[in-house]
């Protein structure tokens, strides 16, 4: 599955767009930097029936 999901930084408010990487799982929580404000989010994805759901919050 080659796909993108996008959030919404909790910080800045831009919508920032990631590549989806299954190898970590179907159920992943991870932080990342937005590339906007360089403020640290905790990104929560899932993956059900090909669904992919991805939302942040701040860290």
Request: glycine share 6%; with cysteine.
């Given at each position: 599955m080659?796909?993108?999901?996008?959030y919404t930084c909790?910080?800045?408010g831009e919508t920032i767009v990631v590549p989806?990487?299954?190898s970590g799982g179907e159920r992943q929580d991870y932080?990342?930097?937005c590339p906007v404000c360089c403020?640290?989010?905790l990104l929560h994805?899932?993956?059900?029936d090909d669904q992919v759901d991805?939302?942040?919050e701040p860290e």
């Amino acid at each position: 599955m080659d796909q993108e999901a996008e959030y919404t930084c909790g910080h800045c408010g831009e919508t920032i767009v990631v590549p989806v990487d299954l190898s970590g799982g179907e159920r992943q929580d991870y932080v990342e930097d937005c590339p906007v404000c360089c403020s640290p989010n905790l990104l929560h994805l899932r993956v059900e029936d090909d669904q992919v759901d991805l939302w942040a919050e701040p860290e």
